[in-house]
């Protein structure tokens, strides 16, 4: 079956690079994706990344996926207040397939 | 062009009452989603769309029904809530093509089942 994991809480001091992990169980997802929800929002997408790829960067995000060990992680280099949110982890088979989402991780900005 | 639009924002329903949550996108998408978001559970993928006429069971179809009344309407229908139906729902949209695909997500709807 497919499940997207994640750990709930980061706490991660401004100007730091801030490290979110996420593993799949689904060895034939296609797409993976970052989505951020800030508070009282809908989500919004932050970045993807295809199975084929190792690696993705987008400004301040780098998004590194290890198709061996099913493991994706999202990199905000000099983080800011502003990216206080929730990230979520996110996969499909197909593009327009169902997306199973992970739980979340709540990222705080500590001063 | 309002995106993905979810109405009620609120609304509070007794055990056993009905419902319908209404979800439209003016961006002539063809996949249509419905979530639900609860504390520590992240999104679970109720009922999902991939084109006007079809509607598949996601992760969470219990107690749910759905209706793809166009290609702009996406419905959520609770014919019996319960308090396990708390939740804030979402609905999103996914454009069709090969190019980029972001989902679109509407604002939320906050139910509370007492």
């Known amino acids: 079956g497919e499940d997207v994991e994640q750990s709930l809480f980061l706490s991660v001091r401004e100007g730091d690079s801030s490290v979110i992990n996420c593993t799949y169980t689904d060895s034939s997802s296609t797409y993976l994706y970052w989505y951020k929800q800030e508070p009282g929002a809908g989500l919004q997408l932050l970045t993807y990344?295809?199975?084929?790829?190792d690696m993705k960067q987008d400004q301040r995000l780098t998004v590194l996926l290890n198709k061996k060990d099913k493991h994706l992680s999202l990199r905000i280099a000099d983080t800011q207040t502003g990216d206080s949110a929730i990230y979520f982890c996110?996969?499909?088979?197909?593009?327009?397939?169902?997306?199973?989402f992970g739980k979340g991780t709540r990222l705080h900005i500590l001063p | 062009n309002a995106g993905v639009t979810q109405t009620p924002k609120f609304q509070v329903l007794k055990t056993g009452q009905s419902m319908t949550l209404q979800c439209a996108q003016d961006?002539?998408?063809?996949?249509m989603y419905w979530y639900r978001q609860d504390p520590g559970m992240g999104l679970r993928l109720i009922y999902y769309?991939?084109?006007?006429?079809?509607?598949d069971k996601g992760e969470v179809p219990n107690g749910y029904n759905v209706s793809r009344l166009n290609k702009r309407e996406f419905s959520l229908r609770l014919e019996s809530a319960a308090p396990s139906q708390t939740s804030v729902y979402f609905c999103?949209?996914?454009?069709?093509?090969?190019?980029?695909?972001?989902?679109?997500f509407g604002n939320g709807t906050r139910l509370t089942v007492t």
């Open positions: 999103a949209s996914m454009p069709p093509g090969t190019g980029d695909f972001p989902l679109h």
């Open positions: 990344i295809f199975s084929n790829m």
């Open positions: 996110a996969e499909s088979k197909n593009r327009d397939d169902k997306i199973i």
């Open positions: 961006m002539n998408h063809n996949s």
């Open positions: 769309s991939a084109s006007e006429g079809t509607t």
